[in-house]
């Protein structure tokens, strides 16, 4: 912020313009490193000389930001942190919508389903900005600090999205 406040003051003075009121939202320079997003690797799709599709158990509703601005991410697969990267990998998500991409051309390991995929730098705004769409629950949100990982929200179930939910009187009788 220093170095911003003393180019913009220096501006003002040789433009001589009033200095302006400066406000910073530096939230996600803060947080967004602080946090990564895990999911289980399901299946894969290849097709030849064209492009392979890993799938995951999430996606645009939990975490919107591809689809909606582009954002990139870089992502390892966890349980297999030694293993050589010689695989690129189109990352997919599990909804029924084409832009459902969360990283295009990963350099992964080779992946198998049940491999956890940790997508980094996802902040502090997955759960904030996801939804359930397509009536998927959220994920939950762990904790981990000095060795120890603490369960901080609870995933939701199905039950949690359908608890609202309610049929008038009249249709429920009717077959």
Known sequence: MKAICEVIQKACVTENLPLPKLLSEPGRSLIA?????????????VIPEIRTYVAIDGGMSDNPRPITYQSVYRAVVANKMSSPLNQTVTIAGKHCESGDILIKNALLPKTEPGDILVVMGTGAYNYSM??????????????????????????????????????????????
């Open 33 to 45: 490193t602080s946090c990564v997003t895990a999911y289980t690797i399901g299946s894969s799709k």
């Open 130 to 175: 996801a939804s359930n769409y397509n009536r998927l629950p959220r994920p939950a949100a762990v904790v981990v600090a000095n060795g120890e990982a603490n369960l901080i929200l609870q995933r939701e179930t199905y039950q949690d999205l359908i608890r609202q939910d309610r049929l008038p009187e009249r249709l429920k009788n009717s077959r």
